[in-house]
């Protein structure tokens, strides 16, 4: 099993970085301030507010936030600001011996899914699809900080991972199939195949969103997946959104799952509010769920923190 890093604690100091993208310094000051509202204290990191085009910085600036949050004993957790573009860039810059000796949470979407899938591979450390500092920010739906914080400040397990009243998971393919958790943003994903940092399917629970692509480029980047070997390596795979994703070619969402991802023959499970939705599970990287779509059940097997000895 990966390491699980230590538990949330009311209080507790939060890393701010920027990871990909840059973000306008009210947005983040706006989640700076929601996360003290919470009770939390928080650190911002030296190029939090970087503006170099459409990069936070230069990519070893990034990557020496990022470590700076691990190498400060007193913070808890690290969050990015956002996602964007760039993630890629820093992991070539990054310590994931010394990671793996002082795990932290980590969270975040959207191109941080690829530093999440990394910390998972490189360092054995589960990692949580879910909140970015932009989603602390006010009139956001309580399900997503339930989410967030049932992941991140509670032990709890086994635990569902349900979708908000109303919203139903679709189980699409029977089969009950349990191992790690890996994915996220699917866009993000396409960029790492071919190179070290390319993410492991193997006997992996595979889960994939995406959001503003034409259904003919999500088609593209799931048959790359295939090509690639990721999909026949999988035991099962979950379906997230596709916002704001137009049709092409009088071609949706829906039908791309019905004739493309079904015909692969893994238990499969579609619907999962995540990610760029406006509803957010909190999905952990690493973790050991079960996705049992006889019974259209998605579970948690294992705490994803852990407390103090």
Same mark, same amino acid.
């Given at each position: 099993?990966?390491?699980? !890093?230590?538990?949330?604690?009311?209080?507790?100091?939060?890393?701010?970085?920027?990871?990909?993208?840059?973000?306008?310094?009210?947005?983040?000051?706006?989640?700076?301030?929601?996360?003290?509202?919470? &009770?939390? /204290?928080?650190?911002?990191?030296?190029?939090?507010?970087?503006? %170099?085009?459409?990069?936070? &910085?230069?990519?070893?600036?990034?990557?020496?936030?990022?470590?700076?949050?691990?190498?400060?004993?007193? *913070? /808890?957790?690290? *969050?990015?600001?956002?996602?964007?573009? &760039?993630?890629?860039? *820093?992991?070539?810059?990054?310590?994931?011996?010394?990671?793996?000796?002082?795990?932290? *949470?980590?969270?975040?979407?959207?191109?941080? =899914?690829?530093?999440?899938?990394?910390?998972?591979?490189?360092?054995?450390?589960?990692?949580?699809?879910?909140?970015?500092?932009?989603?602390?920010?006010?009139?956001?739906?309580?399900?997503?900080?339930?989410?967030?914080? %049932?992941? +991140?400040? +509670?032990? +709890?397990?086994?635990?569902?991972?349900?979708?908000?009243?109303?919203?139903?998971?679709?189980?699409?393919?029977? &089969?009950?199939?349990?191992?790690?958790?890996?994915?996220? @943003?699917? %866009?993000?994903?396409?960029?790492?195949?071919?190179?070290?940092?390319?993410?492991?399917? =193997?006997?992996?629970?595979?889960?994939?969103?995406?959001?503003?692509?034409?259904?003919?480029?999500?088609?593209?980047?799931?048959?790359?997946?295939?090509?690639?070997?990721?999909?026949?390596?999988?035991?099962?795979?979950?379906?997230?959104?596709?916002? @704001?994703?137009?049709?092409?070619?009088?071609?949706?969402?829906?039908?791309?799952?019905?004739?493309?991802?079904? !015909?692969?023959?893994?238990?499969?499970?579609?619907?999962?509010?995540?990610?760029?939705?406006?509803?957010?599970?909190?999905?952990?990287?690493?973790?050991?769920?079960?996705?049992?779509?006889? @019974?259209? /059940?998605?579970?948690?097997?294992?705490?994803?923190?852990? =407390?103090?000895?």
């Amino acid at each position: 099993m990966a390491t699980k !890093p230590p538990i949330l604690q009311p209080g507790d100091t939060v890393g701010v970085v920027t990871m990909g993208s840059p973000l306008y310094p009210d947005v983040i000051n706006q989640g700076i301030q929601g996360l003290q509202n919470m &009770g939390f /204290k928080v650190v911002v990191g030296q190029n939090a507010y970087a503006e %170099t085009g459409f990069l936070a &910085g230069t990519d070893q600036q990034r990557a020496s936030d990022l470590m700076a949050m691990f190498y400060n004993d007193n *913070i /808890k957790m690290i *969050i990015s600001s956002r996602g964007g573009v &760039g993630v890629a860039g *820093i992991l070539p810059h990054l310590d994931f011996d010394y990671i793996r000796s002082h795990p932290k *949470i980590v969270s975040g979407y959207s191109d941080v =899914t690829i530093l999440l899938n990394c910390l998972y591979q490189f360092a054995d450390l589960i990692a949580f699809n879910s909140l970015l500092l932009f989603d602390f920010t006010p009139n956001k739906p309580g399900y997503n900080y339930d989410q967030f914080f %049932t992941a +991140t400040s +509670t032990t +709890t397990a086994p635990r569902p991972i349900e979708n908000p009243p109303g919203i139903p998971l679709v189980s699409r393919v029977p &089969g009950n199939v349990t191992g790690p958790l890996v994915g996220g @943003n699917l %866009t993000s994903f396409i960029g790492t195949l071919g190179t070290q940092f390319e993410i492991d399917t =193997t006997n992996k629970i595979l889960f994939l969103e995406e959001t503003h692509a034409p259904i003919n480029t999500v088609y593209r980047y799931i048959n790359h997946l295939k090509l690639a070997g990721k999909i026949d390596d999988c035991s099962g795979i979950l379906i997230g959104e596709c916002t @704001n994703c137009p049709t092409a070619y009088q071609t949706s969402y829906e039908d791309l799952i019905t004739n493309v991802i079904v !015909p692969f023959g893994k238990p499969l499970m579609t619907n999962i509010t995540s990610a760029h939705g406006y509803y957010k599970a909190a999905m952990p990287i690493g973790a050991t769920v079960n996705l049992d779509t006889v @019974n259209n /059940k998605l579970t948690v097997m294992e705490p994803t923190v852990s =407390t103090p000895s």
